[in-house]
Each structure stands twice: as structure tokens, then as C-alpha cells.
């Protein structure tokens, strides 16, 4: 079974904190994704990487960077956090190639507070 | 850019009966694929069914078949003999497949409520 860990479940944090989101999968997939969720908008991408150190921007990438060093590790950051940057996060991944047209697996999600 | 449209933000259904979650998309891509996720409230998104632009038969999983109509860039969701464990947000994903460095667009999802 494909494995994407999101290493905190829950976090609440300060108003300009810098806070790291980190995503493992364990499929040696080529693709990984972050997402945001919040209500009556679904999901929307922030950052998705097609290799290591490569990232492409999605549709809200603004107040955030990542980190891609490693294939099996993705990394959110977000360099000030901002009360409106509480919401859900998902961290996805999928293989590269053609047969990519198939599923991501996602994590579990991680619901960020920021106060 | 690829857009998907739910236009239902919530819809009820009682147990055993059947019912359709609507997904339209705008795209210009050629070769593309459409899928459905659900997302129980613990949060977890669970891949359900999966057309590709190019297939000539609708997609159908178990209970889950994909009511799939090119020409009105339409993937409507459907769901037969409704049960109480169905009650969850659903949400419909696009995925252009002629390139190796390909995202995933949602649209805003549909809350299904099932009722006894």
C-alpha cells in the first residue's frame, strides 16, 4: 500500500511564526503535491514538485515556499504565518510518466491554526 | 487553465436510493482524465473511480459509476443503492495525461447526506 505521512496532525500557531509542514511518501514516486482545503472552495494547490529541487507553482502559492531535497520528502513552509493561512492542508504524491493519468494518494492532512 | 465546476454544495439522499453528484470541466487538453474522490469527516480523501478522456465505456466501480459526456464536458458521480456510510464530502479532480509533469485540479466538492 502507498504510505503519504504528514508528520503533524494538528498545530496551532503564532502570528509570524515560520512553520514547516513535512510530507514522507514511500513509493518512490516523482510527483508531490500540496494542497490546501477550505470549506466551499475544495482543494486548492499551493506548490506541486516533479522531481527533487523542482516545484512548479499552483494557483495559491503566495506566503508559501517548499522544499523538495529529497524524492520521498516534500516540505510546506510558511515563512510568517498569517490567520489567514489557518486551514486544512494535504500533501499528496503519485508516479511520474504517462501512467501518471492515475490516482495521487494522499495523506492524511494537517489542520494548521494559526492565532 | 483547467477549471472544475460542482455545483451542488450539498444534496440528500435517502438510504437505498440512487443518486448523481454533478462535475462539469473546462479544459483545453486533448488526453485527460477525471476522477472522483471521497472525504469522510476524519479527512482522508479516498480515490473512488477514474475516466480517461479517451475511454469509450463510463467508468463503473461497484456501487460507483461515472456518467461520462464528452461533448458537454460533463462527469457526473453516480451512486446506487445510497447507505448510510456514503455520507461524506465528495469531490471531482482533473488531470491533464499528455505530459510526465502533471497536477491535479479539484472543484469545490458536494456534501452527500444520507438519510435513514
Known amino acids: 500500500d502507498v504510505k503519504v505521512t504528514q508528520s503533524s496532525r494538528y498545530l496551532v500557531k503564532r502570528t509570524g511564526e515560520k512553520v514547516f509542514l513535512e510530507c514522507v511518501q514511500d513509493?518512490?514516486?516523482?510527483?508531490m503535491f500540496w494542497y490546501r482545503q477550505d470549506p466551499g472552495l475544495g482543494l486548492r494547490l499551493i506548490y506541486f514538485s516533479y522531481d527533487v529541487k523542482m516545484k512548479e507553482k499552483g494557483d495559491i502559492p503566495e506566503g508559501y515556499s517548499v522544499s523538495r531535497e529529497k524524492k520521498e520528502r516534500f516540505s510546506l513552509i510558511l515563512e510568517s504565518a498569517s490567520t489567514n493561512q489557518t486551514s486544512m492542508y494535504l500533501c499528496a504524491s503519485s508516479p511520474g510518466g504517462p501512467s501518471s493519468g492515475n490516482t495521487i494518494y494522499f495523506g492524511e492532512g494537517s489542520w494548521l491554526t494559526v492565532v | 487553465a483547467q477549471k472544475i465546476t460542482q455545483t451542488q454544495p450539498g444534496m440528500f439522499v435517502q438510504e437505498k436510493e440512487a443518486v448523481t453528484l454533478d462535475c462539469t470541466y473546462d479544459t483545453s487538453d486533448q488526453s485527460y482524465g477525471l476522477f472522483w474522490y471521497k472525504q469522510p469527516s476524519s479527512g482522508e480523501m479516498i480515490f473512488l473511480i477514474y475516466q480517461g478522456s479517451y475511454d469509450e465505456q463510463n467508468a463503473t466501480e461497484g456501487r460507483y459509476s461515472l456518467n461520462f459526456q464528452k461533448a458537454r464536458k460533463s462527469a457526473n458521480l453516480v451512486i446506487s443503492a445510497s447507505q448510510l456510510g456514503d455520507s461524506a464530502m465528495y469531490f471531482c479532480?482533473?488531470?491533464?495525461?499528455?505530459?510526465?509533469?502533471?497536477?491535479?485540479?479539484f472543484g469545490a466538492g458536494t456534501r452527500l447526506t444520507v438519510k435513514p
Open positions: 513509493m518512490d514516486h516523482e510527483n
Open positions: 479532480a482533473m488531470r491533464d495525461l499528455l505530459y510526465n509533469n502533471n497536477d491535479m485540479r
